[in-house]
């Protein structure tokens, strides 16, 4: 063989090479999407399961969050009654470090390489729905943090009304970007329209706020396990209080979330969807099915 007929063939070899390693990505990550659709739907049918036997959906009026309550529904019973739930609240995290570290695959979508990173993390968040300051009180999602909600409270229809979604981890990495950052924002109270203007419009170099989003499964409360659809998927996250924030959802897909349906199916939503759509879907009792 000539040296050019060796470089000819070098040259194709390094052409189907070019062409095979998108390939090999895109399938990787076509199959690491199938999981993150298949942990929504075990999840989903957990929620099925828990708001047939309890008569309401899971809520964390008691500081544990709405997928602790999932738990014996999920084959972790052990998990499950290992927490010890009594005593005061704000001792509830630091007596169950242990159960709060423990790593639940089904809690994690491997497209998101954080999950892999500490223990008791998880990616996926419960709905509250939409609001911003003194509505957030009252929360009209699929799940509230202060009160019960029933399968008859879902006027807008189980099919419609989103109960769950991903959000990428975020950790005190000073390297974190695009939608990893919580951002600080200046406060504006009550005035949704100004609060999202500004949160928008935050990039990186901002000041980030310091929240670590998905550090536990364990905990109740916004952006710990609970997201909102007040901004589309993969827009910026921006906290200043509790009341007043944005916990969008986001994901390492190409283009889109996945969002698990109280009815228990699973779809997955565009970035490019329409505000008002995004924001209907996220109510179970606005009349906007």
């Not at 690491?32 to 298949?38: A, K, Q, Y």
């Not at 009252?138 to 979604?165: C, H, R």
């Not at 929240?211 to 827009?235: C, D, E, I, V």
Request: hydrophobic fraction near 35%.
């Amino acid at each position: 063989m000539t040296l050019i007929e060796c470089l000819v063939v070098i040259s194709i070899i390094a052409l189907l090479i070019a062409l095979l390693i998108p390939a090999v990505q895109y399938a990787r990550e076509s199959a690491r999407r199938s999981i993150c659709i298949n942990n929504l739907k075990q999840i989903g049918i957990a929620i099925n399961a828990y708001s047939a036997s309890n008569s309401v959906m899971p809520s964390s009026w008691d500081g544990f969050s709405p997928q602790t309550k999932l738990l014996p529904f999920m084959e972790q019973i052990p998990l499950y009654n290992s927490i010890n739930m009594s005593g005061n609240r704000s001792d509830l995290m630091s007596i169950n470090i242990t159960a709060e570290s423990t790593t639940i695959s089904a809690f994690l979508c491997p497209s998101d390489g954080f999950g892999s990173k500490y223990g008791g993390q998880s990616n996926y968040y419960a709905n509250l729905g939409t609001g911003f300051g003194s509505a957030r009180r009252l929360p009209n999602g699929a799940f509230s943090d202060e009160t019960n909600i029933s399968v008859a409270d879902f006027a807008d229809g189980l099919t419609f009304t989103a109960a769950m979604s991903e959000l990428l981890i975020t950790d005190n990495s000073p390297n974190l970007s695009g939608q990893r950052i919580v951002y600080k924002t200046t406060y504006v109270e009550n005035d949704w329209m100004k609060f999202s203007s500004d949160c928008q419009s935050l990039q990186a170099g901002f000041e980030p706020s310091g929240y670590f989003r998905g550090s536990s499964w364990l905990k109740g409360g916004a952006g710990n396990t609970y997201y909102n659809h007040n901004l589309p998927p993969s827009s910026n996250c921006c906290y200043l209080t509790m009341l007043d924030a944005a916990w969008t959802s986001s994901s390492d897909h190409s283009g889109g979330v996945c969002v698990l349906n109280a009815d228990g199916h699973v779809e997955f939503v565009g970035t490019s969807v329409n505000i008002h759509i995004w924001r209907a879907r996220g109510t179970r009792n606005s009349g906007d099915n």
